[in-house]
């Protein structure tokens, strides 16, 4: 049997003070020592200019109450159309011009006004509920806002409304003719991307 040994300690340890959490013990951390930092240096003040044409005038008034200041105003530069929404024009494009036109098509062409206000009527009633936030839209766009938002016709982010009522059709999902009879009618009126793709984006 091999001897046993005696342990003496950690030799790491031996040296080591014991802390003592008395009123009394102070345990100090030694720090190196820090050159002297230069004495900060005073500044200067230089007194503010301001160009006389951005002094205020000092209005005289004829009746005690002084007049606003005018202030002209530019106008803002008309914003460029955002990347997404190009490529959606661009799926637009093909899918309505390039695109041979089916029976679809030939049936949405004939749904009338009064065929999309019976629609959007009969959606209204399965709802139960007003859609208070959409008082101030036009049927044509509360139509096409509910096409975006069923998610049973597939994802509407980064895809032209047009082509994402085809490729519900292709599927076999029976999307609503309305939403293509207002797509293909008023295509100038309506926006090709979804409501919830320019949220997202």
């Not at 200041?69 to 390039?98: I, M, N, W």
């Not at 597939?154 to 076999?172: E, S």
């Not at 029976?174 to 793709?197: F, G, I, S």
């Amino acid at each position: 049997m091999p001897p046993t040994r005696r342990r003496t300690g950690n030799p790491s340890t031996a040296n080591q003070s014991t802390l003592s959490f008395g009123s009394n013990a102070r345990v100090t951390k030694p720090t190196a020592l820090t050159p002297t930092s230069p004495k900060p240096k005073t500044l200067e003040r230089v007194p503010s200019v301001v160009p006389e044409e951005h002094k205020p005038e000092k209005p005289q008034p004829s009746n005690g109450v002084a007049e606003p200041q005018q202030v002209p105003v530019t106008p803002a530069e008309p914003s460029k159309p955002h990347t997404a929404e190009l490529v959606v024009r661009g799926q637009a494009k093909v899918e309505t011009k390039e695109q041979p036109w089916g029976e679809e098509d030939k049936k949405a062409l004939k749904v009338s006004e009064g065929d999309l206000v019976r629609y959007w009527k009969g959606e209204e009633e399965e709802r139960k509920a007003p859609r208070v936030h959409q008082e101030e839209l036009g049927l044509h766009e509360k139509i096409l806002r509910h096409f975006d938002l069923s998610s049973q016709y597939g994802p509407c982010i980064g895809i032209a409304r047009i082509k994402r009522w085809r490729r519900a059709n292709m599927l076999n999902l029976n999307p609503p003719l309305e939403v293509l009879a207002v797509l293909l009618k008023h295509e100038d009126d309506v926006k090709q991307r979804a409501y919830m793709d320019e949220l997202m984006s």
